[in-house]
């Protein structure tokens, strides 16, 4: 079978197209794809793609209504239209890829899969918000979490470098670090617990979001501030986090650059950001009973050896020790555990399209045995 698994983003499209086995034989990115009714690359790439089986679609936001793949119809799309206002910047880019594909292979069956879904297990313990309970029924408010798909990858194939004998049963916090950054404490292969919640605004320190504040100081930068509320949801998404810190890009390279280079602002952003990422992965910790694997994914997780060390150093006390070579040269999966280490740490290279692949082919064989 071969799947065309497709990801939209801010102002791209990705498409690629895998076997069975995971194997992918041939991808790009359609920058600056202006939408839905934008078709001329979409079937540019696909004349030449060869026969497409199954299409896989990542989509950010399902709502509750979503805990696995779900078969793309207009009930699906109307949905998604309808929760748009959960994940503004990526369920209307989701549906124009949806709608853009359907026109160019309008016969061939296509799946949306979830980044939220994975996340569906959380008990209601971590999902709950303490706010008044007829405020959380009406507007269907909780703790969502994203990067499912992510998490969902990594945890298995770090069972598998692992090489630990309990496998999916294995006490794992996954770190996905890149532009957005969230943990996922996992047990059993579901996930127990996450950093982000309602929105991808909560949690960690990213690269211009800010992670968690307290809703006292934004209330205050309302009412006393003067702040426009349209001026803090700027700032807090796209001003803040190491950008707002730094002074620079937010980029984690730059910042290191500008720490190398005595830069105090950059040193600042660099330690906020290793603090809360130590203070969020001890609580994803006691979220599932200890840790047995830790696994580093994304941009920053794969290729800032230095956040690694960091993490291990002030991590020591839960078993977390790195051999330091291994830690320096890791480049694709690797174990960079110290051989003597009570916890397992490996680099994961994130695959979203692996996962979304997997959901396709094992969603539409289940289909098939059930017909």
């Given at each position: 079978?071969?799947v065309?698994v497709v990801?939209?983003?801010s ?13 992918v034989?041939?991808?790009a ?33 399902g ?9 793309v119809?207009?009930e699906?799309i ?12 990526h369920?209307?880019?989701?549906i ?9 292979l ?10 939220t879904?994975?996340?569906t ?9 303490a ?6 029924a009406?507007?269907?408010l ?5 990067h ?14 692992a ?7 294995a006490?794992?916090?996954?770190c996905?670090l ?22 991808p ?9 800010s992670?968690?504040v307290?809703p ?10 003067g702040?426009?509320v ?14 707002g ?17 005595g830069?105090?602002?950059?040193a600042?952003?660099f330690?906020?950001f ?8 001890a ?29 291990a ?6 078993g977390?020790?790195l ?14 555990s110290a ?5 397992r ?13 997997r959901q396709?082919?094992d969603h ?8």
């Amino acid at each position: 079978m071969r799947v065309l698994v497709v990801n939209t983003g801010s102002s791209s499209l990705k498409l690629s197209v895998l076997t069975r086995d995971g194997r992918v034989e041939t991808a790009a990115t359609i920058e600056r794809w202006e939408g839905h009714g934008h078709l001329d690359p979409v079937e540019r790439f696909l004349s030449d793609a060869g026969r497409i089986d199954a299409v896989g679609h990542r989509v950010v936001h399902g709502g509750p209504r979503y805990s696995e793949p779900a078969r793309v119809d207009r009930e699906l799309i109307d949905y998604l239209d309808s929760i748009r206002d959960l994940a503004p910047l990526h369920n209307p880019r989701a549906i124009a890829g949806i709608r853009a594909v359907a026109e160019v292979l309008p016969q061939t069956p296509a799946l949306a899969c979830f980044d939220t879904a994975f996340h569906t297990t959380l008990p209601a313990e971590a999902h709950t918000y303490a706010l008044p309970r007829e405020w959380n029924a009406r507007w269907q408010l909780r703790r969502y979490g994203f990067h499912g798909l992510s998490h969902a990858y990594a945890t298995r194939r770090a069972g598998e470098l692992a090489g630990l004998p309990d496998g999916p049963s294995a006490r794992t916090v996954s770190c996905h670090l890149g532009a957005g950054a969230s943990l996922a404490a996992v047990r059993d292969g579901v996930s127990r617990d996450t950093t982000m919640g309602f929105t991808p605004l909560a949690g960690l320190v990213m690269v211009t979001r800010s992670g968690d504040v307290d809703p006292g100081l934004l209330m205050w930068l309302l009412q006393h501030g003067g702040v426009p509320v349209d001026e803090l949801n700027d700032a807090l998404e796209k001003r803040s986090g190491l950008k707002g810190l730094s002074g620079t890009s937010g980029d984690l390279r730059d910042v290191l650059a500008g720490r190398a280079a005595g830069d105090p602002d950059c040193a600042l952003a660099f330690d906020v950001f290793v603090h809360q990422l130590c203070r969020e992965i001890a609580a994803m910790t006691a979220a599932v009973g200890g840790l047995d694997v830790l696994v580093m994914t994304g941009g920053v997780g794969e290729h800032a050896p230095l956040v690694r060390e960091r993490v291990a150093d002030r991590l020591a006390y839960l078993g977390v020790r790195l051999d330091a070579g291994r830690n320096e040269a890791a480049s694709e999966d690797a174990d960079i555990s110290a051989a003597d280490a009570a916890v397992r740490t490996v680099v994961v290279t994130a695959r979203e399209d692996l996962e979304i692949a997997r959901q396709v082919v094992d969603h539409l064989s289940t289909a098939r045995r059930g017909s």
